[in-house]
């Protein structure tokens, strides 16, 4: 489960144009470094009222868990598959974060703020972002890989 909101620190995904069948890849910048988290494939969108009716058993459970988000920003909530468990040790690897593309209507765009393999300020990563098809090829088999580190080279 992903949660999404109308906030900026909580972006809907509905709004950015997120569908049934899309991979979303969580990630978080660390000491110039990326990490990206897991991924998810999108199986529905559910109202966060609604979820636990779409949630299985188990996974209802782990909603409880949840429960403060309640009180908060929390509309929607992105649902998918079973999946791995989230990793916080996968780390992009700096020739790939220097050719980390995003896609939108206006064309493609490279991920700002890199300078030698390294992350120097994470702002362009705040939201939700649409990855070119051979970026998201290249996340998803970072993610996919076994090990501890992922795979990935250090940055």
């Known amino acids: 489960m992903l949660f999404g909101g109308p906030h900026q620190s909580l972006p809907s995904f509905q709004r950015a144009g997120v569908q049934p069948g899309d991979r ?3 990630v978080r910048a660390h000491r110039a470094r990326l990490l990206v988290l897991g991924v998810l494939e999108v199986a529905h969108i559910v109202p966060y009222e609604n979820v636990g009716s779409a949630l299985h058993d188990d996974d209802y459970v782990k909603l409880l868990d949840w429960r403060p988000l309640k009180t908060g920003c929390v509309t929607e909530v992105l649902v998918g598959p079973p999946g791995a468990p989230l990793r916080f040790d996968t ?19 490279l991920l700002k703020h890199v300078e030698d393999g390294r992350l120097i300020r994470s702002t362009s990563l705040q939201g939700i972002y649409r990855l070119a098809a051979d970026s998201a090829e290249e996340l998803d088999q970072l993610v996919r890989r076994d090990g501890p580190s992922g795979g990935a080279d250090e940055v």
């Open 91 to 109: 780390v992009v690897p700096g020739n790939l974060l220097e050719r980390l593309t995003y896609t939108s209507r206006r064309g493609e765009r």
């Open 24 to 26: 979303i890849y969580p």
